[in-house]
């Protein structure tokens, strides 16, 4: 099963608020430079540019004195929220990132629409962390480490409920490598599906995600894809604060995505923690537009030679 042109609905969440490096902010400037409109009307497919969100910090507190930016992020995440299920009713919404935190309001709008419909939600996280901390247990205090324990439903006091939680076992974590001892022991409480890069050293690639789209296949489900820069090895992707070696290669990441485009399952899609500040001549925002391009149809003998010298 393949994907019919689609309408996709980008929007700019320029959030820095969810970790303490600056530059994530310029993520959906840069993605926007590198083509990502062209791209995908290249491959036929409709494209509206909804613009950036702009959030209203919402006054909150948390016992946890290690917890910065609330009232900013707890912003980010209705405003993402209301945006994210509002173009999930037209298309396929795009979520131009900013920090991960981005994903506790990306992944409740199309919750909203998936319960909407009645169907379930999956979601394939694509990064080095698990990101399941909560605002209570995080001892970094940034909360782009928690959004999939919000989506999960564990306790996450004072952010509103998630729409509808989604269950451990429609959770896959793919290409994880760097997990504190408390995410480690609370994932050992749940059923969610962990594909360290032990894992995938020792299957592969193909046969842990084949497996996982087989289920959301049968489930007739809606699935969220949230590709973290850092899922890609820092050799390939330098342009993200929390560099983790080991990770995907360019190869490998490009078959994930033209897997994904052959599932035909993607209903929306998150492109996080791309810092433009650390990148080299755009090298990482145009690796992630190339990586969406995969994954909305282009084929491995489409991909143009690119020369980056002299650009930016």
């Given at each position: 099963?393949?994907q019919?042109?689609?309408?996709?609905?980008?929007?700019?969440?320029?959030?820095?608020?969810?970790?303490?490096?600056?530059?994530?902010?310029?993520?959906?400037?840069?993605?926007?430079?590198?083509?990502?409109?062209?791209?995908?009307?290249?491959?036929?497919?409709?494209?509206?540019?909804?613009?950036?969100?702009?959030?209203?910090?919402v006054?909150?507190?948390?016992?946890?004195?290690?917890?910065?930016h609330?009232?900013?992020?707890?912003?980010?995440?209705?405003?993402?929220?209301?945006?994210?299920?509002?173009?999930?009713?037209?298309?396929?919404?795009?979520?131009?990132?900013?920090d991960?935190?981005?994903?506790?309001?990306?992944?409740?709008?199309?919750?909203?629409?998936?319960?909407?419909?009645?169907?379930?939600?999956?979601?394939?996280?694509?990064?080095?962390?698990?990101?399941?901390?909560?605002?209570e247990?995080?001892?970094?205090?940034?909360?782009?480490?928690?959004?999939?324990?919000?989506?999960?439903?564990?306790?996450?006091?004072?952010?509103?409920?998630?729409?509808?939680?989604?269950?451990?076992?429609?959770?896959?974590?793919?290409?994880?490598?760097?997990?504190?001892?408390?995410?480690?022991?609370?994932?050992?409480?749940?059923?969610?599906?962990?594909?360290?890069?032990?894992?995938?050293?020792?299957?592969?690639?193909?046969?842990?995600?084949?497996?996982?789209?087989?289920?959301?296949?049968?489930?007739?489900?809606?699935?969220?894809?949230?590709?973290?820069?850092?899922?890609?090895?820092?050799?390939?992707?330098?342009?993200?604060?929390?560099?983790?070696?080991?990770?995907?290669?360019?190869?490998?990441?490009h078959?994930?995505?033209?897997?994904?485009?052959?599932?035909?399952?993607?209903?929306?899609?998150?492109?996080?923690?791309?810092?433009?500040?650390?990148?080299?001549?755009?090298?990482?925002?145009?690796?992630?537009?190339?990586?969406?391009?995969?994954?909305?149809?282009?084929?491995?003998?489409?991909?143009?030679?690119?020369?980056?010298?002299?650009?930016?």
């Open positions: 099963m393949t019919d042109p689609r309408h996709c609905l980008l929007i700019g969440a320029p959030v820095d608020t969810g970790q303490c490096r600056p530059g994530c902010l310029m993520g959906p400037a840069a993605y926007r430079v590198a083509g990502i409109a062209p791209m995908l009307e290249g491959l036929g497919h409709k494209v509206t540019d909804l613009g950036d969100v702009s959030p209203r910090a006054p909150a507190r948390c016992d946890n004195p290690a917890v910065h609330l009232p900013e992020t707890l912003g980010w995440t209705q405003a993402l929220r209301d945006a994210g299920a509002a173009a999930a009713q037209q298309g396929m919404p795009v979520f131009l990132g900013g991960h935190s981005l994903s506790l309001g990306s992944v409740a709008g199309v919750a909203e629409q998936a319960k909407a419909m009645g169907r379930p939600l999956f979601v394939l996280w694509l990064d080095a962390h698990s990101d399941f901390h909560t605002p247990t995080t001892e970094s205090g940034n909360l782009h480490g928690t959004p999939v324990a919000y989506l999960s439903g564990r306790p996450f006091a004072p952010f509103p409920a998630f729409p509808a939680p989604v269950p451990p076992q429609n959770i896959c974590l793919f290409g994880i490598r760097s997990v504190d001892a408390a995410e480690h022991a609370a994932l050992l409480e749940h059923d969610i599906a962990i594909n360290d890069m032990r894992v995938l050293d020792e299957r592969g690639i193909a046969a842990p995600l084949r497996e996982f789209l087989d289920r959301v296949e049968a489930a007739n489900g809606f699935l969220h894809v949230s590709l973290d820069v850092d899922f890609l090895d820092p050799m390939v992707a330098p342009a993200v604060g929390t560099t983790v070696p080991g990770g995907a290669t360019f190869r490998e990441a078959l994930v995505m033209e897997m994904l485009h052959e599932s035909g399952l993607v209903s929306s899609v998150d492109l996080v923690e791309l810092n433009p500040f650390l990148d080299e001549r755009g090298r990482t925002a145009h690796l992630m537009v190339d990586l969406l391009a995969s994954l909305m149809g282009r084929k491995v003998l489409d991909r143009p030679t690119r020369s980056y010298r002299g650009q930016m």
